[in-house]
């Protein structure tokens, strides 16, 4: 079991410099943990996770600059900078910037589970279909494509 360790993740650094590229958006982890991981994200505009459960995590997104539309739970909502999402272990949600410009955040989540492993796996991965693919190994599912009418 890791610990968490105190300490001063310093701006502009990363956990073992590490800088991960998810289809398209950036995220620097700053600190991981067994009990929690969390990570600096940029989404360029037009990007966006598509909605999907963690079973066995609550997430916690904390907006810094831009605009996300969210899918919460069956709901549309939305947040600016200095929000707070809350993200609930067992509910759906899906993160969209449609803003126009980036938008950055700050992501944890409590407990770690796979998602190190996860992010690590799909690092520069272009295939969507296995993204998915290998979310769902790492309990991350994601839902189905909603029809649009």
């Known amino acids: 079991m890791t610990k968490m360790t ?8 990363s956990v073992d410099g590490i800088v991960w590229n998810i289809l398209g958006q950036t995220y620097v ?8 991981f969390s990570w600096h994200a940029t989404f ?8 999907h459960i963690h079973p066995d ?4 997104i904390y907006v810094l600059e831009g605009r996300f539309d969210l899918f919460l739970d069956g709901n549309d909502a939305s947040a600016t900078a ?3 999402i809350r993200l609930p272990r067992g509910i759906a949600h899906g993160i969209f ?4 410009a980036d938008t950055k ?3 944890w989540v409590a407990p770690t589970q796979q998602l190190w492993s996860l992010f690590t796996k799909i690092h520069n991965l272009p295939n969507p279909v296995e993204v998915v693919r290998l979310a769902a ?3 991350i599912h994601f839902l189905p494509p909603q029809a649009e009418g």
């Open 44 to 51: 360029p505009d037009g990007t966006f996770v598509p909605p």
């Open 137 to 139: 190994e790492h309990n």
């Open 6 to 13: 105190a300490g001063v993740t310093k701006a502009g650094d």
């Open 82 to 84: 200095g929000d707070l």
């Open 29 to 36: 982890p700053m600190q991981v943990c067994d009990a929690s």
């Open 105 to 107: 955040c700050i992501f």
């Open 97 to 100: 910037n449609k803003s126009g």
């Open 57 to 60: 995590q609550d997430e916690f």
